[in-house]
């Protein structure tokens, strides 16, 4: 089963249109949080993620700020103000869908290996997951093989592999390493923490939009960027009020 992998697409209407012509031919999805915030096109972001067939959908901390259920107190400004306009730019049938998300960590089922997905952290959903150290504790704090995340927006993955050490301590070493190519999602040996970037504000200096297709069939998850029209995703955010560093970040992908 091919399973398209999709985090923090922040109203970006463009990139999330390539990003689904970019990606054929799979049969779920899972949607990590942060549909909407920063970009100009929430309903449209909304509707595009409603309408996907056999999709699971959880939360990221701008949704919630969005839907009123947190006070974006810690925002910084500019992202503050995007939440207040995203909320007042929402319908109530958008917002009470953007409200009711279930929280991460939601467990998949019916992949044939078991995952489960958040949009921080699977301790945490508002944690930011970026080094070795937090990857272990993220590891040690779910049961599953194939762990998935947003929040940080860059695309990154993370392997635990268990090692016997010697007689006669017979304990086992757990050992994470980063990994940034195409791999091995699960087999037995090696769990995976993989972060499949965002589609609507990239932050690892490429512009392109990212995201992520697992194949449960050949154990494989791919890390994906596609090109998409940024000056247009721009335009909408200066034509509609919000913060210009909005639009230009997007240019450089920071
Ligand atoms: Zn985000």
Redesign the pocket.
Known sequence: MRVLLLS?L?ANLQATEAVLADAAGWERALVL??LV?YGADPAAVIDIVRGLAHATVIR???DKAAAGLTNAADFNPIARHAAEWTAATLDADRAAYIRDLPQGPVSIDGLGISAVICHGAPFDEDHYLFDADDAARAFDAADEDLILY??T?LQIAFRQTIEATAWPSNQARRIVTPLDADMVAANGTARSLVNPG?VG?PRDGDPRAAYGMLDTESGTLQLRRVVYDISEAQRRIRAAGLHPQLAERLSVGR
Request: charged share 15%; proline share 0%.
């Open positions: 923090d922040h949080g942060d915030g990221g901390n701008h947003g929040h927006h965002s504000q």
